[in-house]
């Protein structure tokens, strides 16, 4: 079963590597946005299983967009993490009232793939 995942982030580097990695999975249909404000509309429109949000993003943060994609988002409601170089901005009482986990960056090519596959069959399991 192919589930989908949004990727949203303002680098290039890591939604091209969202894309190639996760769709090599073949059990991931990969989404991406470049900002929040694209991907609240991404995500209003196709429904995605999980959604992967960088917190730091010119605009609308990742953490103001994971709010809104909530609220926003009645009677749906998808697995979500941060992806971001600045874990340290997410204090432990955040994340706890946020119940989301996260992939902090810079990655390497060859662990990002497995790791963000890993976290996501943690997000939704088959």
Known sequence: MTRTVLVIDDAPEVLALAQIFLKATGL?????????????AIAAQEKPDV??????????????????LRSQSPGWSPAAAFV???????????LESLRVPVISKPFRAATFGPQVAALLSQLVPS
Do not use: F, Q
């Open 28 to 40: 991931w249909r990969v989404l991406t946005a470049p900002n929040g404000e694209a991907g609240l």
């Open 51 to 68: 959604v992967l949000i960088d917190v730091r993003m010119p605009g609308l943060d990742g953490i103001s967009t994971l709010r809104l």
């Open 84 to 94: 971001t170089a600045s874990p340290e901005d997410l204090g432990p009482d955040l």
